[in-house]
Structure formats: C-alpha cells, structure tokens
C-alpha cells in the first residue's frame, strides 16, 4: 500500500529518525555493553564530561531521559559509585550532579574506543555527508524549536 492510499503525503519523519538512531547507536552498543555501561547512563557520562556539574533538570534537557526515569537511574549511578549529587548550600532543593573519579577514569577509556567508531562511519559515508548531517539535524532541531507549542 502506497502513502497516498494510506491517506499520508509524507514520509514518517519521527519513525525514519529513530530508525536512523538505532541503525548508528547499534555501532556503540557492543562497546557499551561489553563495558557494564547502559546507553542513558553513557548519555549522562558523556554530558557530564562536556559540560561538568549538572542540575537534573539539565540532564533531562541535554540527554533527552524523562525526569522520572532519571531519578532511577542517578539512583543506580550513585550506587555503582558513577555520580555524585550534592545539594546546594543556599537552596537544598537544588542538586548538582558530578563525575566522580571512577566514572571519569571509565570515560577516558571508552573515548579511544568510541572515537574508531565515529571514524569508520565517517569512512563509509564520508566525513562531508556527517558534517552535512550534523549541520541538517542542528537545522532541524533549531527551526522545529521555533514552532510555537501544541496543545497536549
């Protein structure tokens, strides 16, 4: 069946981003695994690293994880001695999230693994199409984020 029989003009963007997700997080995920690391809390590790202390609310923004989910697994991370949370002094509602040597010691070792990734990829798809993808997607994010909201 056709999209136009279906009642659809256009292809389906969300489904097609996902699909292009996973084809390349299929990459990492062998290192991940074989690492103990899951791919939300390396999304967090890697944020961490970037960017430094972080409010949960920031890693919900930056890594793109539910705050409901990220409560169990900053739970788990903390526990696994990962991060560190500490409230701060003048507003103990407020928590600032760190990296602590361990997980900062197990980010330095994926990052020479990682990279060979990123590099074949670039390799069979060549570099100017994932400049020109992350250029797209950045495109993207920034001209969708000016629609004004719709009504949940």
């Known amino acids: 069946m056709?999209?136009?029989?279906?009642g659809f003009r256009h292809r389906n963007l969300?489904?097609?981003?996902?699909?292009?997700?996973e084809t390349v997080l299929a990459r990492f995920r062998p290192l991940l695994n074989a690492s103990g690391v899951t791919e939300q809390q390396w999304r967090i590790l890697r944020a961490l690293m970037e960017r430094g202390?972080?409010?949960?609310?920031?890693?919900?923004?930056d890594c793109r994880i539910s705050s409901s989910s990220l409560a169990g697994?900053?739970?788990?991370m903390d526990d696994l001695g990962m991060v560190h949370r500490e409230r701060h002094a003048g507003d103990q509602r407020r928590v600032a999230v760190t990296l602590t040597s361990k997980s900062r010691a197990l980010?330095?070792?994926l990052a020479p693994q990682i990279e060979p990734i990123y590099a074949d990829l670039e390799?069979?798809?060549?570099?100017?199409?994932v400049e020109r993808l992350y250029?797209?997607?950045d495109e993207l994010i920034e001209l969708v984020?000016?629609?004004?909201p719709l009504d949940e």
């Open 53 to 61: 202390a972080m409010e949960p609310r920031q890693i919900v923004d």
């Open 14 to 21: 969300p489904l097609l981003l996902l699909d292009a997700r």
């Open 2 to 6: 056709s999209r136009a029989s279906a």
């Open 135 to 137: 250029a797209t997607l």
């Open 123 to 129: 390799a069979h798809v060549g570099r100017e199409f």
């Open 73 to 76: 697994v900053l739970a788990r």
């Open 145 to 148: 984020g000016q629609l004004p």
């Open 107 to 109: 980010a330095l070792k």
